[in-house]
């Protein structure tokens, strides 16, 4: 099937991305989300993020004009059943997903074609559930949606090829790069990624060294362009700690075992740059170190 329409729920830091490059791409866009505020944020959001691609000259007003028209918003979830594609961008919790898609199954087309950008959540479990799991599969993108190139296209056990073939070509007219990935737990740049930043927060833990000392090695011994505990501030620590979970319970290997002091964060509401605090303080004009 041609895809022409892609509904989204969420119109978080996830969502909205995808908002902006679809719209972008020239597909038709409803976004959805259960506050009126979180909408408009999100617009306000795509429309700055235009803004800055129209002065650095790399779009033109018009584009970014006919951009903003191809998204419309919603707080009816049913709204966004009728498109080609629903993409679910809510929060990385399994029961949040699960009520999600028992609310849209039955508006669904019957052949539309429904994803989750889960970045760690099984896709054969999720798509059991619904009813349609041969036209269910996983579709993350990577943060920030607008300037990452790639996107891991996961198959469940049940999707069938026009499913996947459909989503790579959405893929490719957004001029990104898909990554295949077996239906494992984290899927591969998580089953990497967030272990590592689990890890920084260990040696933190541990008092081996501090966050300025851990961010600094990293960034100037290994190239890394942010470091993990930054990095963890900008994914969100609640984020982290959730796919931390999901590895540990998935795979029963002690060595995904997420570090105390990242639980005790998110416990005390520190969850990084969302929450003005992390594993830096970001109340003020620079960010300041936590410990």
Known sequence: MEIKSVGIVGAGQMGNGIAHVMAQAGYEVRLNDISQDSLDKAIATIRKNLDRQVSREKISEEERDSTLARIRTTMDLPEIAQTDLVIEAATEREEVKDKIFAALVPELKPETILTSNTSSISITRLASRTDRPEKFMGFHFMNPVPVMKLVELIRGIATDKQTYEACLKVVENLDKTAASAEDFPAFIVNRVLIPMINEACYTLYEGVGNVNSIDMALKLGANHPMGPLELADFIG???????????????????????????????????????????????????????
């Open 237 to 291: 620590l609640d984020t982290c700690l959730a796919i931390m979970n999901v590895l540990h319970d998935g795979l029963a290997d002690t060595k995904y075992r997420p570090c105390p002091l990242l639980t005790k964060y998110v416990e005390a509401g520190w969850l990084g740059r969302k929450t003005k605090r992390g594993f830096y303080d970001y109340r003020g004009e620079v960010p300041v170190p936590t410990r």
